[in-house]
């Protein structure tokens, strides 16, 4: 009898809830993004612009988590979910619509766990948008990786 498990994946082609990323990980199974991005996504992303820079989609550019670490933003919506090659990750990463304490919104790539499942159930509970921060653990983990954890700074309004 062989030991070898393979891992499976469950294949998503819209934004997962945190109930499905649960089920995935807890079985050990990938979620696996099937969706590119649509025309009706870029129809739907504009049609909701509030601003002449959602419009044009802010710089095009995705941030990354590491580069605005500790610093509040507010998550305005969820835009989509990407695939993602990172081998141990949930295999997908967030696409985010933010804006930082001046009011300039961005597009925010999000392939932190914690700030993945915790912005799904904020989006399921119909708590976006909301004042957060992506902070990174004074800790490290058995591997040595210092974990970045999603925090809540809606209380305090972003400061």
């Known amino acids: 009898m062989s030991n070898i498990q393979a891992k499976a994946e469950v294949v998503v082609s819209k934004m997962p809830t945190a109930a499905e990323v649960n089920q995935a990980v807890a079985q050990g199974y990938k979620l696996a993004v099937t969706n590119e991005v649509t025309e009706s996504d870029i129809i739907g992303r504009i049609a909701k612009a509030e601003s002449v820079t959602d419009v044009f989609g ?13 610093k509040s933003i507010r998550v305005l ?16 990463y967030l696409v985010v ?23 799904l159930k904020l989006n399921e509970l119909g708590a976006l948008p909301r ?29």
């Open 58 to 70: 802010g710089s095009g550019e995705l941030v990354k988590v590491k580069e605005i670490l500790g």
């Open 77 to 92: 919506s969820l835009d989509g979910v990407r695939p993602s090659e990172f081998e141990g990750g949930v295999g997908f």
């Open 97 to 119: 619509n933010a804006a930082d304490n001046d009011g300039d919104t961005f597009s925010l790539a999000v392939g932190v766990t914690d700030g993945i499942v915790k912005l």
């Open 131 to 159: 004042w957060v921060a992506f902070e990174e653990s004074t800790r490290k983990t058995a591997n040595g990786y210092y974990p970045i954890n999603l925090v809540d700074r809606n209380e305090t309004g972003g400061f």
